[in-house]
């Protein structure tokens, strides 16, 4: 908690980019904005610790190592698509893992063979 006044304070940026600071007892605000006032960098920071959120048209991370997300929940949405692509090796590994297309097909293609293996096939079954 916050043990400062409520108070604002905005920063003129080069190309009209805005950074504004707020105060207030639920935490405090730091936002960078684009000239248009929508693109912006958003860190909160409260009792809760720090908040950071992206804003864009399209937003880039990238390095020339490794990138690591580490949460205790990961959830990835695209409103109108997710793609994962890779120039090397994909692995997938989960105590559970569940595929299921709520409307349309699964399709499995492989150039080489696909292999199953598994305590038990089933096909065409019932989930359990």
């Known amino acids: 908690m916050s043990n400062q006044e ?6 003129v940026l080069s190309a009209d980019h805005t950074l504004h600071l707020e105060r207030s007892p639920e935490g405090d605000l730091v936002r960078i904005a684009g000239s248009d006032g929508g ?20 937003l880039t991370l ?6 690591t997300l580490d949460a205790e929940r990961l959830h990835l ?11 090397g090796a994909l692995s997938l590994e ?17 150039n080489d063979d696909v292999a199953l293996d598994g305590e038990r096939i089933r096909l065409n079954c019932q989930e359990r």
Request: aromatic share 0%.
């Open 39 to 58: 693109s912006a960098i958003t860190v909160h920071v409260s009792a809760r610790g720090l908040e950071v959120k992206l804003e864009g048209v399209a």
């Open 62 to 67: 990238q390095t020339s190592g490794d990138l």
């Open 77 to 87: 949405r695209g409103r109108e698509a997710v793609t994962i692509e890779t120039e």
């Open 6 to 11: 409520p108070s604002e304070r905005t920063l």
């Open 94 to 110: 989960a105590r559970e893992q569940t595929i299921a297309a709520t409307l349309g097909s699964v399709v499995v293609r492989a």
